[in-house]
């Protein structure tokens, strides 16, 4: 069984920053990709960035602003996000899963997710 537990989620000013944090217990072995995504009230939840043996990826709304990096001898994962902008306030969770192969192409396969972390960027 693997847990994920997020922490670092808070209230900010437009422009501010914040740092997630998603701590990883269990069975991780067989994961080797892992990502952050959000849900913004009445919308559905999106990919923030995930990263994948040391290669990272992220949204276009994120990218240049957020990033992701991960720690094994931490068995943590964290996002790094500068310059808030009051569309980034969401809940923000954390997943981790295999890369797969869909259709020739690899694609993150999320098997295991958080319970998340609010963030709330103000004006």
């Known amino acids: 069984q693997v847990q994920l537990v997020e922490s670092g989620g808070g209230s900010v000013q437009d422009g501010g920053s914040l740092r997630l944090s998603c701590s990883v217990s269990?069975?991780?072995?067989?994961?080797?990709?892992m990502g952050w995504f959000r849900q913004a009230p009445g919308k559905e939840r999106e990919g923030v960035a995930f990263?994948?043996?040391?290669?990272?990826s992220y949204a276009d709304s994120v990218k240049g602003r957020f990033t992701i990096s991960r720690d094994n001898a931490k068995n943590s994962l964290y996002l790094e996000m500068n310059s808030l902008k009051r569309e980034d306030t969401a809940m923000y969770y954390c997943a981790a899963g295999l890369m797969v192969r869909v259709g020739g192409f690899p694609e993150p396969e999320y098997r295991y997710w958080g319970q998340g972390t609010q963030v709330t960027v103000s004006s």
């Open positions: 269990g069975s991780t072995s067989s994961l080797n990709v």
């Open positions: 990263i994948y043996a040391g290669i990272t």
